[in-house]
């Protein structure tokens, strides 16, 4: 007979809202899987469409801060963060968005792939995802 694992769905109104069939992010065997978080604002009106920030840099700022506010929601925050996956569309963009990541992590080191891919989702200039260590229940 097969358990049912133990997961909690994960969903904050202070992050950009699920434009698909997923949740923000899933907790789960004492980890916190966000889905990728692109570079959107926070919406003006409650429902309304979020528009992307302006330029790599803001995008990454704003993806970041979706993910602080998911891994908040979830018991977690980005020094509990042990992966991170960033999709850019264009390698030239690594420097831009390094340094924001840099200023975003500090000290903390998590492992990280870089994947270039050939666009992204709304035109996007980057897309984050993580997985942290959740804070035990």
Do not use: C
């Amino acid at each position: 007979m097969n358990k049912e694992p133990d997961m909690d769905f994960i969903n904050t109104p202070d992050a950009t809202p699920p434009a698909g069939h997923y949740s923000q992010a899933v907790r789960a065997n004492g980890f916190v899987f966000v889905s990728g978080q692109l570079g959107f604002l926070p919406a003006a009106q409650p429902g309304a469409r979020p528009a992307l920030a302006t330029g790599a840099t803001a995008q990454t700022e704003a993806a970041l801060r979706s993910i602080g506010a998911i891994l908040h929601a979830a018991g977690a925050s980005l020094d509990s963060v042990v992966s991170v996956t960033v999709y850019i569309p264009d390698i030239g963009l690594w420097d831009e968005v390094n340094r924001v990541y840099e200023r975003a992590f500090g000290n903390h080191r998590p492992a990280r792939a870089v994947v270039p891919t050939r666009e992204l989702h709304f035109g996007a200039q980057v897309e984050i995802s993580v997985v942290a260590v959740a804070a035990p229940a």
